[in-house]
């Protein structure tokens, strides 16, 4: 079983590039979430996703836009990446309120 | 300010030894997990709690709802056991996890 899969691994950009981070879940779960992991923070949610075709902000969405046109796939997408948006990026599903949350294995993004 | 709070930040201990890591939380929620983040970054799910106790061989997990507190508690911890553990509680309200900045622990042969 796949569970939840994350493209790509690792990703270098300069500031002002663009770029797509791909969320792909084969559980059929409703819920998709995107977070960023810093030193010394919490996961903090950026953007997450209750079903097909919606989606909502989360606490740091800022500089960062989303799309849920399958259930299957939550892509977050940087429009003109900025230093501060290095990080590493944790996509997760669920089915709440009695589901475990289930992680990608994490992208790595550094902004220089 | 945090909705959850971990101690301690940082802990090391001898292999064998008994752990306990400690989650409290702020907010209504109707569920409490414990994550697990090894070195190389893949995050998993150890437990999901709404009420009591549960065990998962040498990890136990406990929580009182009235208190707002949770443990992880380790027996005979072993150095595969060293890594992040993250407690994480879905709030009642809205369906959104919040997360404590983790606990890192490392087990020493």
């Known amino acids: 079983n796949a569970g939840v899969t994350q493209t790509p691994k690792f990703r270098v950009l300069k500031t002002g590039q663009s770029m797509t981070l791909l969320c792909a879940q084969d559980m059929n779960h409703e819920y998709m979430y995107w977070y960023r992991q810093d030193p010394g923070m919490g996961l903090r949610l950026i953007h997450y996703?209750?079903?097909?075709?919606?989606?909502a902000k989360g606490e740091v969405p800022d500089g960062y836009n989303v799309s849920r046109l399958k259930k299957q796939n939550f892509l977050l997408g940087l429009e003109s990446a900025a230093p501060s948006q290095t990080s590493v990026y944790f996509c997760?599903?669920?089915?709440?309120?009695?589901?475990?949350?289930?992680f990608g294995n994490g992208t790595r993004l550094t902004v220089t | 300010k945090n909705e959850v709070e971990q101690s301690p930040q940082n802990l090391t201990a001898q292999e064998g030894e008994f752990i306990t890591i400690n989650c409290s939380y702020s907010v209504g929620i109707s569920a409490l997990h414990w994550l697990q983040q090894h070195p190389g970054g893949g995050i998993v799910s150890l437990f999901m709690?709404?009420?009591g106790k549960k065990k998962h061989g040498r990890l136990i997990a406990t929580i009182n709802i009235q208190e707002k507190h949770s443990s992880l508690h380790i027996t005979a911890s072993h150095p595969r056991d060293s890594a992040v553990y993250i407690c994480?509680?879905?709030?009642?309200?809205?369906?959104?996890?919040?997360f404590g900045t983790g606990t890192s622990l490392t087990v020493i042969p």
């Open positions: 997760a599903s669920s089915e709440p309120p009695n589901s475990p949350l289930h």
């Open positions: 994480a509680v879905l709030r009642n309200t809205g369906n959104q996890f919040y």
């Open positions: 996703s209750v079903g097909e075709g919606t989606t």
């Open positions: 709690l709404s009420s």
